[in-house]
């Protein structure tokens, strides 16, 4: 079975903090994926990666950074928290070869700014 | 307008009831995700297809091309299948790098016992 696991279910950080939301996979998927589901508005695309240090830029990159230093972890980082990011935040991850490019799900991390 | 749409954004249920559940989208796709959704947890992938009809279980996804619908039904329904059900389309020449998903808003389930 694929699995995506991330760093943590919850987390609760204060208004400027740095955070580090961190998410691997055991399927040896090139492509990996980040986003935030929000009431209202479902899953909106943060960024995601195709290859080792390879990155682009989703629907809603602004307040985030992303790296991917090796092939199985990506993370996540918010670099200064403001209260607009309490989310939560999914990572996915998908083959490049080999269609239809289904993508598998990491748990989620509910993060809560204060 | 959302390319995905997904309606109603809440649906209701008795046990055993036949459930559908119903995505329409307005562009080219390449193939359709249906994903679920418990509360509180993380999301599961249930099908992706882009033809024809796949079957899992009480599950059974369709999708027509050419009326750019899918369905996700669900036979003898159980509370345990009270989740949120979430469509996603994968547009037309996207290639492996670049196979972002574009998500509907999903619809909330409740099957009362």
């Known amino acids: 079975d694929v699995k995506v696991t991330q760093s943590s279910r919850y987390l609760v950080k204060r208004t400027g903090e740095k955070v580090f939301l961190e998410c691997v996979q055991d399927?040896?998927?090139?492509?990996m994926f980040w986003y935030r589901q929000d009431p209202g508005l479902g899953l909106r695309l943060i960024y995601f990666?195709?290859?080792?240090?390879?990155?682009e830029k989703g629907d809603i990159p602004e307040g985030y950074s992303v790296s991917r230093e090796k092939k199985e972890r990506f993370s996540l980082i918010l670099e200064s928290a403001s209260t607009n990011q309490t989310s939560m935040y999914l990572c996915a991850s998908s083959f490049v070869i080999g269609e239809p490019y289904e993508q598998y799900f990491g748990p989620g991390t509910r993060l809560t700014v204060t | 307008k959302n390319e995905v749409e997904q309606s109603p954004q809440n649906l209701t249920a008795q046990e055993g009831e036949f459930i559908t559940i119903n995505c329409s989208y307005s562009?080219?796709?390449?193939?359709l995700h249906w994903l679920q959704q418990h509360p509180g947890g993380g999301i599961v992938s249930l099908f992706m297809?882009?033809?024809g009809k796949k079957k899992h279980g009480r599950l059974i996804a369709t999708i027509n091309i050419q009326e750019k619908h899918s369905s996700l039904h669900i036979t003898a329904s159980h509370p345990r299948d009270s989740a949120v059900y979430i469509c996603a389309a994968l547009l037309t020449g996207v290639t492996g790098a670049n196979s972002k998903l574009t998500f509907g808003k999903g619809i909330t389930l409740s099957v009362r016992p």
């Open positions: 399927m040896d998927h090139e492509n």
């Open positions: 297809l882009s033809s």
């Open positions: 562009v080219g796709i390449s193939a």
């Open positions: 990666s195709y290859d080792v240090k390879m990155k």
